[in-house]
């Protein structure tokens, strides 16, 4: 086992050297000049090339590559080009903005999604699987900014229960930060309750047609107990991925609904900073969401080779 952690771990290393060339290459070869958007148009040519001094941008690009690199490294994100303040300081309000929306999130979907997908797998072919596998079906091919414009206009304009933005006001109260919350958070859940669902819907349904699974219904075992003995425990593996990819979503995944309610997170960050050509915080933001990726990628996996040896001697 720490043979096998230790081989993920250098190629989850791997991967994050890769996706920092891949993000520092698509910074480089975005249209626009940050100093000529901060300049403006009519700025001239001398004033923008001392700019372009002042933020190192007249060095090469392999330079500025291992520069950035090496300092991300030590734990220095750099200075935006936009505000001239520390890129971390930015990172942190944001980050903990977004870990919030993305914990409250993930600790209502998670568990809600893992009841109704295995309560769907119970029931195959019964009404309540039907009725709930065209539900989740068709919340899951439902785009987030159609529910989120539906709550809006409902809860919040014609009904006047929730703010239809949700900024956090800082030392508000409890009851001011849950309606703030309310509105992202409900459009979240329902979003990432339907992915998961069907997912764990289809892996229980999928172990309950094997034929260890068979032979236990032709012995009048319950399909409950299949499930909690033999079922699960095979299953924590592929769901623990579903989950992963699902909470690795409320993090960077994002964009749209932090846009619609105006909620100060890192993926409306990222976003801003795409349209300022802010380099330094749209390297640090991409490099954070693909952290964040390859951890929970990792776990998952860990969890999923664990569970495999013990499903193995299971199904022996």
Partial sequence: MTKFWVGRLFLALFVLWLVSMLVFVGCQILPGDVAQLSLGQYATPEAVATLRAQMGLDHPAVYRYFEWLAGMLRGDWGVSMVSRTPVASMLSERAANTGLLAGVT????????????????????????????????????????????????????????????SYLTPGAGVEAQIKALFLPVMTLV???????????????????????????????????????????????????NVVALNVAYLVSGVVVVETIFSYPGLARLMTD?????????????AMLFSAVYVVLILLSDTLAAVF?????????
């Fill in 106 to 165: 993930a600790l209502i979907a998670v568990p809600l999604s893992i009841g109704l997908g295995l309560l769907m797998s119970l029931g195959t072919g019964k009404w309540m699987d039907r009725v709930g596998s065209v539900v989740v079906l068709g919340l899951s091919a439902t785009p987030e900014f159609l529910i989120a414009t539906i709550a809006v206009l409902f809860l919040a304009v014609k009904w006047h229960w929730f703010p239809a933005i």
């Fill in 308 to 316: 495999d040896v013990r499903g193995s001697r299971v199904g022996h």
């Fill in 273 to 285: 900073s795409v349209l300022s050509r802010d380099m330094p915080v749209i390297q640090a933001c």
């Fill in 190 to 240: 329902i979003v990432v309750t339907a992915q998961i669902a069907r997912m764990t819907r289809a892996i229980i349904s999928n172990l309950l047609s094997q034929p260890f699974a068979e032979m236990a219904m032709l012995k009048g075992v319950p399909r409950t107990t299949i499930v909690r003995k033999h079922a699960l425990i095979l299953a924590v593996g592929p769901i623990a």
